[in-house]
């Protein structure tokens, strides 16, 4: 089994930074693409930042030059860090690996349990 744990959201003031990890662990023999999403209330999830194993970023036009997509292979581990944050960037960030669990096995998509991160006017 893999889990994937969130960890970093909370309540900021507009402007302000945060950083999310997203963890994973478990059965793991290799992370492919690792990403963020979010989904506001009302509205649908949506890609925030994404990141292969390697290769070159790519990240939603209303994040770009504002937030930065990490990762740490040897830690199975990306993170986001958010700067000048605005209100509309308040919902539950979501963590989003592709992870083959054995050598040879086809990759599956896993998703984290969500962090709320709250922007204040």
């Known amino acids: 089994q893999v889990q994937l744990v969130e960890s970093g959201g909370g309540l900021v003031q507009a402007g302000g930074s945060l950083r999310l990890s997203c963890a994973a662990s478990g059965s793991i023999f290799s992370i492919y693409f690792m990403g963020w999403y979010r989904q506001a209330p009302g509205k649908e999830r949506e890609l925030v930042a994404v990141?292969?194993?390697?290769?070159?970023?790519n990240y939603a036009d209303f994040v770009k030059g504002r937030f930065t997509i990490s990762r740490d292979n040897a830690k199975n581990t990306v993170y986001l860090q958010m700067n000048s944050l605005k209100p509309e960037d308040t919902a539950v960030y979501y963590c989003?690996?592709?992870?083959?669990?054995?050598?040879?096995?086809?990759?599956?998509?896993?998703w984290g349990q969500g962090t709320q991160v709250t922007v204040s006017s």
């Open positions: 989003n690996a592709h992870i083959s669990p054995l050598a040879g096995w086809s990759a599956n998509i896993y």
């Open positions: 990141i292969p194993k390697g290769g070159s970023t």
